[in-house]
């Protein structure tokens, strides 16, 4: 992360004209079409025309096929948010950094999932993006730990370590990572809102907004994964508060009962946005659809959040999701290729607006 540039104004206008520039090299439906009928190999080289080539070609000599490919996205990933950093200043620099904090909460659940599924430290560390305050060589040593426990006990004197610590209870009762993921969710979620300034302005109330939606689909997801899972959890324990659609007692009631939670979401003020989401949920019982379903509506929002207020951070979050959606379907399809998923699989699990 670069070095903290807080003095002075911010600078929204400079920082969002370089970030629309950047939102027009981003992949597009045809892009990913094209994708679809290559090859892990075809895809690297497709990929060395584009805006990628730098990376392609700085890792090409070490990592081939998938490898080779998913070095370079979270590389690139790394670069372009490290960049928005190094162009902002005062407030704006803040609000940007501590939102890509999510990159450590991603990390940190990436690290977790891989020492649960006994993946070896080089599997994991291919899914690490560097663009958080974690350095690489604190993520090496959580890469190579031989337990969760180990992990919960490096993470201690972190923004983590105490709510990990508190969760590891209900994780070694469950052997389900539930309890462990959603600390960290919350801790990265509530401690954001909590340092958010509430200064009067549109453009403040709008990124606001912008975080309860985060949160509300965040709670929804994990609602629907607690029912789902036939697991004795009760949901209120891992609500994260801060949103607008659920109350801490409605979620626990809701996520006993499946019908009644789609309704209730269905009713809210993201049903627009989700009713076919909830109506594929409801016909083919698959939550990966609905999940898919929650990013582009984040997405959706986020773009029309920067539409109304163009001189805030709103446009930079929307490049931020844009630019992670493009890396997530790039992964996606260069990961079924490999796996010999047909067309209509690896499309199914592509977020695209």
């Known amino acids: 992360m670069s070095a903290r540039k807080t003095e002075g104004s911010s600078n929204y206008e400079y920082v969002n004209a370089r970030v629309r520039k950047r939102r027009s090299l981003l992949f597009d439906d045809e892009d990913y079409r094209k994708l679809l009928r290559m090859g892990p190999g075809e895809i690297a080289r497709y990929m060395e025309e584009t805006e990628y080539e730098e990376e392609v070609n700085a890792l090409g000599s070490r990592y081939g096929g998938v490898d080779l490919i998913e070095y370079a996205l979270n590389r690139n990933l790394a670069k372009h948010f490290d960049d928005l950093l190094r162009w902002a200043d005062g407030q704006l620099y803040d609000l940007i950094a501590r939102y890509l904090r999510k990159f450590d909460e991603w990390n940190v659940k990436t690290i977790i999932r891989g020492v649960y599924s006994g993946s070896d430290p080089e599997t994991v560390e291919s899914d690490l993006v560097y663009a958080g305050e974690f350095d690489r060589r604190f993520l090496e040593r959580l890469t190579e730990a031989d337990s969760i426990e180990e992990v919960v006990e490096l993470l201690d004197g972190t923004r983590y370590g105490e709510p990990l610590a508190a969760a590891y209870e209900d994780y070694e009762e469950t052997d389900l990572l539930v309890p462990l993921e959603n600390a960290v969710d919350r801790t990265y979620y509530e401690g954001l809102l909590a340092e958010t300034p509430r200064s009067k302005g549109r453009a403040m109330e709008l990124y606001v907004e912008f975080l309860q939606a985060e949160i509300d689909f965040r709670n929804a997801r994990n609602a629907l994964r607690i029912a789902r899972s036939g697991a004795d959890l009760d949901?209120?324990?891992?609500?994260?508060?801060?949103?607008?659609?659920?109350?801490?007692?409605?979620?626990?009631?809701?996520?006993?009962?499946?019908?009644?939670?789609?309704?209730?979401?269905?009713?809210?003020?993201?049903?627009?946005?989700?009713?076919?989401?909830?109506?594929?949920?409801?016909?083919?019982?698959?939550?990966?659809?609905?999940?898919?379903?929650?990013?582009?509506?984040?997405?959706?929002?986020?773009?029309?959040?920067?539409?109304?207020?163009?001189?805030?951070?709103?446009?930079?979050?929307?490049?931020?999701?844009a630019k992670e959606r493009e890396v997530d379907n790039i992964r996606a399809i260069a990961r079924g290729r490999e796996a010999g998923l047909s067309e209509d699989e690896i499309e199914s699990e592509l977020v695209i607006l």
């Open 235 to 321: 949901p209120a324990e891992y609500f994260i508060d801060g949103g607008q659609l659920f109350r801490e007692s409605e979620l626990s009631r809701l996520s006993t009962d499946l019908d009644e939670l789609t309704t209730f979401i269905r009713d809210s003020t993201y049903g627009d946005e989700l009713s076919a989401a909830l109506d594929d949920l409801e016909r083919t019982d698959s939550l990966i659809g609905f999940e898919h379903a929650l990013d582009a509506a984040l997405l959706e929002y986020s773009d029309h959040l920067s539409h109304v207020f163009p001189m805030s951070i709103c446009p930079v979050l929307a490049y931020v999701l």
